[in-house]
Protein backbone atom coordinates (compact mmCIF):
# COMPACT_ATOMS: atom_id res chain seq x y z
CA UNK A 1 0.00 0.00 0.00
CA UNK A 2 0.94 3.71 -0.80
CA UNK A 3 2.56 5.61 2.43
CA UNK A 4 -0.54 6.43 4.59
CA UNK A 5 1.54 9.70 5.46
CA UNK A 6 0.94 10.96 1.72
CA UNK A 7 -2.71 9.18 2.01
CA UNK A 8 -3.64 11.04 5.41
CA UNK A 9 -2.06 14.43 3.69
CA UNK A 10 -4.54 14.30 0.55
CA UNK A 11 -7.79 13.13 2.86
CA UNK A 12 -6.70 16.02 4.87
CA UNK A 13 -6.62 18.72 2.27
CA UNK A 14 -9.56 17.55 0.98
CA UNK A 15 -11.67 18.47 3.75
CA UNK A 16 -9.83 22.15 4.36
CA UNK A 17 -10.21 23.12 1.13
CA UNK A 18 -13.42 21.35 -0.02
CA UNK A 19 -12.84 19.74 -3.03
CA UNK A 20 -10.26 17.30 -4.75
CA UNK A 21 -9.40 19.63 -7.01
CA UNK A 22 -8.30 22.33 -4.37
CA UNK A 23 -6.35 19.86 -2.65
CA UNK A 24 -4.32 18.56 -5.65
CA UNK A 25 -3.57 22.06 -6.42
CA UNK A 26 -2.17 23.16 -2.87
CA UNK A 27 -0.06 19.35 -2.93
CA UNK A 28 1.21 19.53 -6.13
CA UNK A 29 -0.76 16.48 -7.16
CA UNK A 30 -3.40 15.84 -10.33
CA UNK A 31 -7.03 16.00 -9.08
CA UNK A 32 -7.58 12.13 -10.19
CA UNK A 33 -4.94 11.26 -8.31
CA UNK A 34 -5.62 12.93 -4.82
CA UNK A 35 -9.19 11.39 -5.42
CA UNK A 36 -7.42 7.68 -6.02
CA UNK A 37 -5.77 8.26 -2.75
CA UNK A 38 -8.55 9.29 -0.49
CA UNK A 39 -10.62 5.92 -1.78
CA UNK A 40 -7.27 3.79 -0.85
CA UNK A 41 -7.28 5.41 2.44
CA UNK A 42 -11.42 4.39 2.51
CA UNK A 43 -10.66 0.66 1.29
CA UNK A 44 -7.68 0.28 3.51
CA UNK A 45 -9.45 1.18 6.70
CA UNK A 46 -12.55 -0.26 5.56
CA UNK A 47 -14.91 2.91 6.25
CA UNK A 48 -16.24 5.31 4.26
CA UNK A 49 -14.96 8.98 4.95
CA UNK A 50 -16.60 11.31 2.64
CA UNK A 51 -19.99 10.95 1.12
CA UNK A 52 -19.22 12.34 -2.52
CA UNK A 53 -21.83 14.17 -4.52
CA UNK A 54 -21.94 15.93 -8.26
CA UNK A 55 -20.83 19.27 -5.99
CA UNK A 56 -20.23 18.86 -2.48
CA UNK A 57 -18.14 16.50 -0.45
CA UNK A 58 -18.86 15.84 3.37
CA UNK A 59 -17.41 13.89 6.28
CA UNK A 60 -19.30 11.09 7.23
CA UNK A 61 -19.20 10.61 11.18
CA UNK A 62 -16.58 8.48 11.27
CA UNK A 63 -15.03 10.61 8.43
CA UNK A 64 -14.90 13.47 11.47
CA UNK A 65 -13.19 11.38 13.95
CA UNK A 66 -10.69 10.53 11.26
CA UNK A 67 -9.78 13.94 10.44
CA UNK A 68 -9.51 15.42 13.67
CA UNK A 69 -7.21 12.61 14.41
CA UNK A 70 -5.12 12.63 11.19
CA UNK A 71 -5.01 16.77 11.59
CA UNK A 72 -3.33 16.27 14.85
CA UNK A 73 -0.57 13.25 13.70
CA UNK A 74 -0.22 15.86 10.25
CA UNK A 75 0.29 19.08 13.02
CA UNK A 76 2.65 17.10 15.13
CA UNK A 77 4.76 16.41 12.34
CA UNK A 78 5.33 19.59 11.22
CA UNK A 79 6.25 20.61 14.59
CA UNK A 80 8.64 18.81 14.79
CA UNK A 81 9.95 18.98 11.41
CA UNK A 82 9.76 22.86 12.03
CA UNK A 83 11.58 22.79 15.51
CA UNK A 84 14.75 20.65 13.68
CA UNK A 85 14.35 22.98 10.42
CA UNK A 86 13.97 26.27 12.11
CA UNK A 87 17.31 27.25 10.57
CA UNK A 88 17.25 25.77 7.06
CA UNK A 89 16.13 28.25 4.50
CA UNK A 90 12.65 27.64 3.26
CA UNK A 91 11.95 27.02 0.13
CA UNK A 92 8.79 25.47 -2.15
CA UNK A 93 5.76 27.33 -3.87
CA UNK A 94 4.18 30.09 -1.78
CA UNK A 95 0.65 31.72 -2.79
CA UNK A 96 -0.17 34.86 -2.16
CA UNK A 97 -3.79 36.53 -2.71
CA UNK A 98 -3.55 40.44 -3.04
CA UNK A 99 -5.67 43.05 -4.11
CA UNK A 100 -4.90 45.01 -7.31
CA UNK A 101 -4.28 48.54 -5.77
CA UNK A 102 -1.89 46.78 -3.03
CA UNK A 103 0.13 44.87 -5.61
CA UNK A 104 0.63 47.47 -8.26
CA UNK A 105 1.20 50.02 -5.79
CA UNK A 106 2.85 48.02 -3.17
CA UNK A 107 3.59 44.61 -2.92
CA UNK A 108 4.72 43.87 -6.67
CA UNK A 109 8.24 46.72 -6.08
CA UNK A 110 9.16 44.39 -3.31
CA UNK A 111 8.95 41.26 -4.95
CA UNK A 112 12.37 41.43 -6.33
CA UNK A 113 14.03 41.69 -3.07
CA UNK A 114 11.42 39.37 -1.66
CA UNK A 115 13.02 36.61 -4.27
CA UNK A 116 16.54 37.76 -4.37
CA UNK A 117 16.27 37.27 0.12
CA UNK A 118 15.00 33.83 -0.58
CA UNK A 119 16.09 31.77 -3.67
CA UNK A 120 14.40 28.62 -2.64
CA UNK A 121 11.00 30.19 -2.88
CA UNK A 122 8.79 30.77 -6.06
CA UNK A 123 6.00 33.10 -5.25
CA UNK A 124 2.76 33.33 -6.86
CA UNK A 125 0.85 36.14 -6.44
CA UNK A 126 -2.89 35.97 -7.00
CA UNK A 127 -3.81 39.67 -8.04
CA UNK A 128 -8.03 39.81 -7.81
CA UNK A 129 -9.78 42.97 -6.18
CA UNK A 130 -12.64 39.73 -6.10
CA UNK A 131 -12.87 38.14 -2.92
CA UNK A 132 -10.71 35.19 -2.11
CA UNK A 133 -11.44 32.41 -0.19
CA UNK A 134 -8.17 31.23 0.79
CA UNK A 135 -9.08 27.83 1.45
CA UNK A 136 -11.44 27.17 -2.10
CA UNK A 137 -8.33 29.10 -4.02
CA UNK A 138 -5.47 27.09 -2.48
CA UNK A 139 -3.44 30.06 -1.52
CA UNK A 140 -1.59 30.06 1.82
CA UNK A 141 -1.54 33.92 2.85
CA UNK A 142 -4.01 36.37 1.12
CA UNK A 143 -3.73 40.53 1.84
CA UNK A 144 -6.83 41.93 2.56
CA UNK A 145 -8.31 45.17 2.94
CA UNK A 146 -11.10 46.52 5.49
CA UNK A 147 -12.31 45.51 8.59
CA UNK A 148 -12.63 41.52 8.97
CA UNK A 149 -15.57 39.52 10.16
CA UNK A 150 -15.50 36.44 12.26
CA UNK A 151 -13.62 33.79 10.78
CA UNK A 152 -11.35 30.79 11.10
CA UNK A 153 -8.94 32.47 9.46
CA UNK A 154 -6.32 34.27 11.16
CA UNK A 155 -4.54 37.78 10.85
CA UNK A 156 -1.85 39.75 10.74
CA UNK A 157 -1.91 43.95 11.03
CA UNK A 158 0.26 44.51 8.67
CA UNK A 159 -1.29 48.10 7.70
CA UNK A 160 -3.16 51.14 8.14
CA UNK A 161 -4.46 54.12 5.85
CA UNK A 162 -6.84 56.43 5.28
CA UNK A 163 -9.94 56.93 2.27
CA UNK A 164 -10.62 60.54 1.11
CA UNK A 165 -12.96 62.16 -1.09
CA UNK A 166 -11.52 63.88 -4.31
CA UNK A 167 -12.60 65.05 -7.54
CA UNK A 168 -10.71 67.09 -10.94
CA UNK A 169 -10.74 71.10 -10.49
CA UNK A 170 -12.83 71.18 -13.71
CA UNK A 171 -15.56 69.10 -12.46
CA UNK A 172 -15.68 71.17 -9.49
CA UNK A 173 -15.87 74.54 -11.60
CA UNK A 174 -18.59 72.75 -13.16
CA UNK A 175 -20.66 71.20 -10.45
CA UNK A 176 -19.77 72.81 -7.24
CA UNK A 177 -17.78 71.97 -4.28
CA UNK A 178 -20.17 69.33 -1.69
CA UNK A 179 -19.69 70.75 1.92
CA UNK A 180 -21.29 67.88 3.78
CA UNK A 181 -21.52 63.56 2.91
CA UNK A 182 -25.32 64.75 2.64
CA UNK A 183 -24.52 66.59 -0.92
CA UNK A 184 -23.06 64.02 -2.86
CA UNK A 185 -26.70 63.25 -3.75
CA UNK A 186 -26.36 66.31 -6.05
CA UNK A 187 -23.03 65.18 -7.87
CA UNK A 188 -22.24 62.03 -9.83
CA UNK A 189 -20.19 59.61 -8.08
CA UNK A 190 -17.51 57.39 -9.70
CA UNK A 191 -18.43 54.44 -7.97
CA UNK A 192 -16.30 50.99 -7.23
CA UNK A 193 -18.32 48.16 -8.24
CA UNK A 194 -16.58 45.98 -5.85
CA UNK A 195 -16.51 47.90 -2.41
CA UNK A 196 -17.54 45.89 0.45
CA UNK A 197 -20.53 48.33 1.45
CA UNK A 198 -21.82 48.94 -2.75
CA UNK A 199 -22.32 52.41 -3.23
CA UNK A 200 -22.64 53.21 -0.01
CA UNK A 201 -19.89 55.51 1.48
CA UNK A 202 -19.34 55.79 5.27
CA UNK A 203 -17.95 58.98 6.67
CA UNK A 204 -17.30 59.93 10.18
CA UNK A 205 -20.84 58.94 12.05
CA UNK A 206 -23.14 58.46 8.91
CA UNK A 207 -23.23 56.90 5.51
CA UNK A 208 -24.40 58.00 2.46
CA UNK A 209 -26.05 56.15 -0.83
CA UNK A 210 -23.75 57.59 -3.86
CA UNK A 211 -24.51 57.02 -7.53
CA UNK A 212 -23.61 57.95 -10.63
CA UNK A 213 -22.45 57.67 -14.42
CA UNK A 214 -19.68 55.64 -13.91
CA UNK A 215 -19.14 52.49 -12.48
CA UNK A 216 -15.98 50.55 -12.51
CA UNK A 217 -14.57 47.64 -10.85
CA UNK A 218 -10.70 48.59 -10.55
CA UNK A 219 -9.26 51.09 -7.89
CA UNK A 220 -6.83 52.54 -10.55
CA UNK A 221 -9.90 52.81 -13.02
CA UNK A 222 -11.61 54.94 -10.63
CA UNK A 223 -8.58 57.13 -10.07
CA UNK A 224 -8.41 57.31 -14.09
CA UNK A 225 -12.06 58.21 -14.07
CA UNK A 226 -11.23 60.92 -11.01
CA UNK A 227 -8.82 62.28 -13.32
CA UNK A 228 -10.65 62.56 -16.17
CA UNK A 229 -13.78 65.06 -14.46
CA UNK A 230 -16.08 62.21 -14.53
CA UNK A 231 -16.96 62.15 -11.05
CA UNK A 232 -16.08 62.34 -7.36
CA UNK A 233 -14.41 59.43 -6.30
CA UNK A 234 -13.58 57.62 -2.84
CA UNK A 235 -10.68 55.73 -2.67
CA UNK A 236 -7.18 54.75 -0.21
CA UNK A 237 -5.00 58.07 0.58
CA UNK A 238 -2.75 57.12 -1.33
CA UNK A 239 -4.25 56.14 -4.86
CA UNK A 240 -4.65 60.06 -5.50
CA UNK A 241 -1.21 61.36 -4.48
CA UNK A 242 -0.24 62.29 -8.14
CA UNK A 243 -3.42 64.06 -8.44
CA UNK A 244 -3.08 65.85 -5.29
CA UNK A 245 0.42 67.19 -5.32
CA UNK A 246 0.37 68.40 -9.24
CA UNK A 247 -3.39 69.99 -8.43
CA UNK A 248 -5.56 69.05 -10.68
CA UNK A 249 -7.02 66.79 -8.18
CA UNK A 250 -8.58 68.74 -4.91
CA UNK A 251 -9.53 66.92 -1.70
CA UNK A 252 -13.22 67.24 -0.44
CA UNK A 253 -14.96 66.66 2.63
CA UNK A 254 -12.14 66.74 5.30
CA UNK A 255 -13.12 66.53 8.49
CA UNK A 256 -15.72 63.78 7.82
CA UNK A 257 -13.46 61.65 7.09
CA UNK A 258 -14.58 57.60 8.36
CA UNK A 259 -12.26 55.41 10.45
CA UNK A 260 -8.68 54.51 9.23
CA UNK A 261 -8.97 51.10 7.27
CA UNK A 262 -6.50 47.84 8.31
CA UNK A 263 -4.53 45.76 6.09
CA UNK A 264 -4.00 42.16 6.88
CA UNK A 265 -2.33 39.30 6.31
CA UNK A 266 -4.60 36.52 6.73
CA UNK A 267 -4.18 32.42 7.17
CA UNK A 268 -5.76 29.23 7.99
CA UNK A 269 -5.72 28.68 11.85
CA UNK A 270 -6.19 25.37 11.56
CA UNK A 271 -3.08 24.35 11.09
CA UNK A 272 0.73 25.57 11.37
CA UNK A 273 1.61 28.02 9.28
CA UNK A 274 4.63 26.98 6.76
CA UNK A 275 8.13 28.69 7.13
CA UNK A 276 7.70 29.98 3.62
CA UNK A 277 4.57 31.93 4.66
CA UNK A 278 5.92 33.28 7.94
CA UNK A 279 9.12 34.45 5.97
CA UNK A 280 7.07 36.63 3.67
CA UNK A 281 4.45 37.74 6.46
CA UNK A 282 7.37 38.96 8.32
CA UNK A 283 8.85 40.58 5.30
CA UNK A 284 5.62 42.47 4.26
CA UNK A 285 5.18 43.57 7.69
CA UNK A 286 8.17 44.86 8.14
CA UNK A 287 8.66 46.63 4.53
CA UNK A 288 5.43 48.02 5.08
CA UNK A 289 6.08 49.28 8.23
CA UNK A 290 8.31 51.52 6.75
CA UNK A 291 6.05 53.45 3.80
CA UNK A 292 4.49 56.54 5.43
CA UNK A 293 1.15 56.28 3.26
CA UNK A 294 0.47 52.74 5.16
CA UNK A 295 0.61 53.83 8.67
CA UNK A 296 -1.97 56.13 9.28
CA UNK A 297 -1.99 57.69 13.00
CA UNK A 298 1.41 56.88 13.24
Request: with cysteine; aromatic share 8%; hydrophobic share 45%.
Amino acid sequence: MMDRFVLMQCFARTVETGSFSAAARDLGLSQPNVSRYVAALEEHLRIRLLQRSTRTLNLTPEGERYYAEARRILDAVNEAESAIGSEVAPSGLLRVACPTALAHDFVMPLVPTFLKTYPGLDLDLQVSDRFVNLIDEGAELALRIGHLGDSALRARRVGLFGRICVAETGYLHDRGVPQTPEDLAGHDCIVYSLLSTGASWSFAGTEVRVSGRFRVDSPHAVREAAMAGLGIALGPSWLFEGGLRTGRLQRLLTGFEAPLVPIHILYGGHRLLPRRAGVFMDFIAAAFGRIDALNAGA
